[in-house]
């Protein structure tokens, strides 16, 4: 009788052997589809990265091409042209600060900074804004802000 017991135990030793062989060999597999699939996915993540800069880049010439496409269309009014030295220059005059004539363009103070300093243009509706203002002396500026 000692021979069964014996046997019992052989056998499911050898089971569970065979079976820790067989997972083994199915974890590899899915170690390696899942090395795979982590590098395919790191490739994608640096393409759309890369897609982005290029997107926001193009996004960037077109802003600037954009200004001067749009008054060849032939629309109708006057081209407006801008500077920011005369811009500072009619803000100082007036003897405003930038965020009260932003008031009177319908932009914020540091959008008349930013303009000033060169590191943005008005768009072609903030150009008619800044020519409006361009037309006021001192009173009308203050009975203007005095109104608001």
Request: hydrophobic share 40%.
């Amino acid at each position: 009788m000692r021979s069964m017991p014996n046997i019992a135990s052989i056998l499911k030793a050898e089971i569970s052997r065979v079976a820790r062989k067989e997972v083994r060999t199915e974890i590899e597999t899915l170690k390696k589809a899942s090395a795979h699939h982590r590098a395919s996915i790191a490739a994608l993540r640096r393409q759309v990265e890369k897609l982005e800069k290029e997107l926001r880049h193009a996004l960037r010439v077109s802003a600037r091409v954009s200004p001067a496409g749009e008054a060849d269309e032939g629309e109708s009014g006057p081209s407006r042209r801008f500077s920011a030295t005369r811009l500072a220059a009619h803000r100082e005059k007036l003897g405003l600060s930038a965020a009260a004539y932003g008031k009177l363009v319908g932009v914020t103070g540091q959008t008349i900074y930013k303009w000033e300093q060169g590191r943005a243009r008005p768009r072609k509706a903030q150009l008619e804004g800044l020519a409006s203002v361009r037309g006021l002396g001192r009173r009308e500026v203050a009975e203007q802000l005095n109104a608001e």
